[in-house]
Nanobody
Framework: QLQLVESGGGLVQPGGSLRLSCAAS????????IGWFRQAPGKEREGLSC????????IYADSAKGRFTMSRDNAEHAVYLQMNSLKPEDTAVYYC????????????????????WGQGTQVTVSS
Protein backbone atom coordinates (compact mmCIF):
# COMPACT_ATOMS: atom_id res chain seq x y z
CA GLN A 1 0.00 0.00 0.00
CA LEU A 2 1.33 3.40 -0.98
CA GLN A 3 1.33 5.85 1.90
CA LEU A 4 2.85 9.07 3.09
CA VAL A 5 3.60 9.47 6.77
CA GLU A 6 4.17 12.81 8.46
CA SER A 7 5.89 13.21 11.81
CA GLY A 8 7.35 15.91 13.99
CA GLY A 9 4.24 17.79 15.02
CA GLY A 10 3.46 18.74 18.58
CA LEU A 11 2.88 21.56 21.02
CA VAL A 12 5.27 24.50 20.86
CA GLN A 13 5.30 27.96 22.37
CA PRO A 14 4.97 31.05 20.19
CA GLY A 15 8.34 31.88 18.69
CA GLY A 16 9.44 28.27 18.82
CA SER A 17 10.43 25.88 16.05
CA LEU A 18 9.44 22.49 14.75
CA ARG A 19 10.72 20.30 11.95
CA LEU A 20 8.17 18.17 10.19
CA SER A 21 9.19 15.09 8.25
CA CYS A 22 7.46 13.28 5.41
CA ALA A 23 8.36 9.72 4.49
CA ALA A 24 6.88 7.25 2.02
CA SER A 25 5.76 3.69 2.51
CA UNK A 26 5.54 1.43 -0.51
CA UNK A 27 7.38 3.76 -2.85
CA UNK A 28 10.27 6.19 -2.81
CA UNK A 29 9.89 9.94 -2.92
CA UNK A 30 12.79 10.56 -5.27
CA UNK A 31 10.73 11.05 -8.45
CA UNK A 32 7.94 12.98 -6.78
CA UNK A 33 7.16 16.62 -6.30
CA ILE A 34 6.28 17.08 -2.63
CA GLY A 35 3.99 19.70 -1.21
CA TRP A 36 3.24 20.74 2.35
CA PHE A 37 -0.27 21.88 3.20
CA ARG A 38 -2.15 22.67 6.37
CA GLN A 39 -5.73 22.93 7.50
CA ALA A 40 -6.89 24.76 10.59
CA PRO A 41 -10.29 24.08 12.16
CA GLY A 42 -13.04 25.75 10.20
CA LYS A 43 -10.68 26.85 7.44
CA GLU A 44 -9.88 25.63 3.97
CA ARG A 45 -6.73 23.68 3.27
CA GLU A 46 -3.82 25.99 2.54
CA GLY A 47 -0.77 25.25 0.43
CA LEU A 48 2.48 26.22 2.13
CA SER A 49 5.39 25.07 0.00
CA CYS A 50 6.50 22.58 -2.59
CA UNK A 51 9.82 21.17 -3.71
CA UNK A 52 10.77 19.76 -7.08
CA UNK A 53 11.82 16.13 -7.44
CA UNK A 54 15.46 17.20 -7.85
CA UNK A 55 15.28 19.41 -4.79
CA UNK A 56 16.63 22.32 -6.83
CA UNK A 57 13.46 24.41 -6.73
CA UNK A 58 11.11 25.35 -3.92
CA ILE A 59 8.05 27.56 -3.86
CA TYR A 60 6.56 29.16 -0.77
CA ALA A 61 3.20 30.69 -0.09
CA ASP A 62 3.26 34.14 1.47
CA SER A 63 2.31 32.67 4.85
CA ALA A 64 5.44 30.50 4.79
CA LYS A 65 8.00 32.86 3.30
CA GLY A 66 10.81 33.83 5.62
CA ARG A 67 9.81 31.43 8.39
CA PHE A 68 9.48 27.99 6.78
CA THR A 69 12.11 26.10 4.85
CA MET A 70 11.42 23.00 2.83
CA SER A 71 14.14 20.52 1.94
CA ARG A 72 14.54 16.97 0.82
CA ASP A 73 17.11 14.25 1.23
CA ASN A 74 16.59 11.77 -1.58
CA ALA A 75 19.31 9.54 -0.15
CA GLU A 76 17.20 9.25 3.01
CA HIS A 77 13.92 9.28 1.02
CA ALA A 78 12.54 12.03 3.20
CA VAL A 79 11.26 15.58 2.90
CA TYR A 80 11.31 18.15 5.67
CA LEU A 81 9.60 21.38 6.62
CA GLN A 82 11.55 23.48 9.10
CA MET A 83 9.22 25.94 10.77
CA ASN A 84 10.63 28.82 12.79
CA SER A 85 9.11 31.79 14.62
CA LEU A 86 5.86 29.90 15.00
CA LYS A 87 2.69 31.84 15.76
CA PRO A 88 -0.64 30.75 17.26
CA GLU A 89 -2.19 31.14 13.81
CA ASP A 90 0.11 28.39 12.55
CA THR A 91 -1.92 25.92 14.59
CA ALA A 92 -3.29 23.34 12.15
CA VAL A 93 -2.98 19.81 10.89
CA TYR A 94 -0.05 19.67 8.48
CA TYR A 95 -0.05 17.33 5.51
CA CYS A 96 2.50 16.32 2.94
CA UNK A 97 1.45 15.28 -0.54
CA UNK A 98 3.23 13.70 -3.50
CA UNK A 99 2.82 14.17 -7.23
CA UNK A 100 4.88 12.15 -9.71
CA UNK A 101 7.10 14.59 -11.53
CA UNK A 102 5.88 15.66 -14.97
CA UNK A 103 9.15 15.23 -16.81
CA UNK A 104 10.91 18.33 -15.51
CA UNK A 105 12.82 17.64 -12.28
CA UNK A 106 12.88 21.38 -11.53
CA UNK A 107 9.14 21.98 -11.52
CA UNK A 108 6.81 22.17 -8.56
CA UNK A 109 3.47 23.80 -7.94
CA UNK A 110 0.99 24.03 -5.11
CA UNK A 111 -1.75 23.73 -7.72
CA UNK A 112 -0.93 20.19 -8.80
CA UNK A 113 -3.51 17.48 -8.31
CA UNK A 114 -1.35 15.57 -5.85
CA UNK A 115 -1.54 11.79 -6.08
CA UNK A 116 -0.91 10.80 -2.48
CA TRP A 117 -1.62 12.46 0.84
CA GLY A 118 -0.52 11.65 4.35
CA GLN A 119 -2.80 11.46 7.38
CA GLY A 120 -1.41 14.68 8.82
CA THR A 121 0.40 15.73 11.95
CA GLN A 122 -1.01 18.20 14.46
CA VAL A 123 0.91 21.39 15.18
CA THR A 124 -0.29 23.49 18.09
CA VAL A 125 1.31 26.82 18.90
CA SER A 126 0.26 28.02 22.30
CA SER A 127 1.68 29.37 25.52
Amino acid sequence: QLQLVESGGGLVQPGGSLRLSCAASGFTLDSYVIGWFRQAPGKEREGLSCISSSGANTIYADSAKGRFTMSRDNAEHAVYLQMNSLKPEDTAVYYCAAQYYRGNPYDCSLSYDYDFWGQGTQVTVSS
